[in-house]
């Protein structure tokens, strides 16, 4: 028989499951499972809902990224979260080395529209961290993907979020979720219907796996040169680089990390900012050993083989993908070059990247648009690309 305290403790967390929306095994401190995958988002502890508002723990620490990948125009939260007395590696050029226990967290979300199924699109993400959380409101979120260091490696674990925004649920077969995006504009709103599609756990993994021969997965955002910016938090914009380092979870910071340059930086250079895009969108499976290795063409960064970047060189394998065209990149022709052909494409047979998005990137078609029409050279029947 219970004791009235102990009755009165459960009535209390019962009031509290129905303010919150408990769905299970919740806990309201960040955790790691080494085996287990907990059916909701809420039992990891790393984000939690309160009435209207999604809230971060202040154990994690939010951050985003100089040149992140475009999804259907949604909005993305992302946390980090490393265990007690761990500490991860920085290195110029890879991602974070990060401790076995660390959750990585990104809540994929939209400014809602006068619908469920109706979405807005927003140029500016509210900034959000721990003292502040995310109006549901406002905005609703679609779904939360974990990467989970364990000891076997990283596992990738999507979430859906139910409808009321109350808690989300594990969907390891993915999920589609039909909505329409609208614009809304001064001079010409639109309405555009789209499926958000949901990435399977094989589908992550292919994404995050950009050694096809070492097929491990792994973080892509997290290097310090996509870190190494300023974020706003409650007391005032710091570098994140360097927050990371006073909360004890980086030892230190190489010498001279370069800034990741930013694709909607006017005052960058056109061309860094076409390969900035180009190395956050593609460069992951489009690289000297990723996936798309037998292409032959390597959009990361790094690459400085004018023929490996696509200049003058034929496509292979593109079958239908070429659209007609002859060479995936041709200095000075925007509309005679295949990369740009499918990055507007939302044919499936056609469109690049072929995972990861439904719609096209407007403005990232028409950067890279502008960065090839501005490229002199020609394109040789012996040499190649040649420059101008």
């Known amino acids: 028989m219970r004791s009235r ?3 009165a403790a459960a009535f209390l967390g019962l009031a509290l499951c129905f303010v919150v929306g408990c769905s299970g095994s919740g806990t309201s401190e960040p955790r790691f499972f080494a085996e287990q995958n907990p059916e909701w988002l809420s039992a990891w502890g790393q ?9 971060l723990d202040q154990a994690v620490e939010p951050y985003t990224l100089n040149t992140p990948l475009f999804t259907d125009y949604a909005l993305k939260l992302r946390t980090l979260w490393l265990p007690a007395g761990q500490t991860a590696r920085a290195q110029v050029g890879a991602v974070l ?13 939209y400014p809602r529209g006068a619908t469920l199924d109706a979405v807005l699109r927003t140029d500016r993400a509210p900034t959000v961290h721990a003292e502040q959380g995310l109006d549901l409101a406002r905005f609703r979120p679609l779904e939360t993907r974990l990467l989970v260091h364990r000891s076997t490696g990283w596992v990738p674990l999507s979430y859906v979020w139910r409808g009321d925004g109350s808690d989300a649920r594990l969907r390891r077969t993915g999920a589609m979720i039909p909505l329409t995006l609208h614009t809304i504009s001064a001079t010409v709103p639109r309405a555009e219907s789209f499926d958000y599609i949901v990435p399977s756990e094989a589908e992550c993994a292919g994404c995050h796996q950009p050694n096809a021969t070492a097929a491990l997965t792994q973080p892509l955002g997290p290097s310090p040169r996509q870190l190494n910016r300023d974020y706003r938090f409650a007391a005032g914009s710091v570098n994140q680089l360097t927050r990371l ?3 004890g979870w980086l030892a230190s910071v190489p010498d001279a990390v370069p800034a990741f340059t930013r694709w909607d930086d006017d005052s960058a250079s056109l061309e860094a900012r076409a390969r900035a895009y180009l190395d956050s969108n593609c460069g992951h499976c489009h690289n000297s050993v990723g996936p798309a290795d037998t292409s032959g063409l390597h959009l990361n960064f790094d690459n400085d083989s004018a023929a490996h970047l696509g200049w003058c060189k034929n496509a292979v394998a593109a079958g239908s993908g070429t659209g007609g065209r002859r060479f995936d990149l041709v200095p000075g022709d925007a509309d005679g070059s295949i990369l740009v052909y499918r990055m507007a494409s939302r044919e499936p047979a056609a469109m690049m990247p072929e995972l990861g998005r439904s719609l096209a990137h407007a403005e990232g078609v028409a950067l890279i648009r502008a960065w090839v029409d501005a ?14």
């Open 97 to 109: 080395e990060l401790p076995v226990g660390t959750v990585i967290t990104k809540t994929f979300y």
């Open 375 to 388: 490229t002199s050279g020609a394109c040789t029947p012996t040499q190649g690309f040649t420059a101008r």
């Open 47 to 55: 984000l939690s809902v309160r009435g209207d508002w999604l809230e």
């Open 5 to 7: 305290g102990s009755l």
């Open 245 to 247: 380092v006073d909360r």
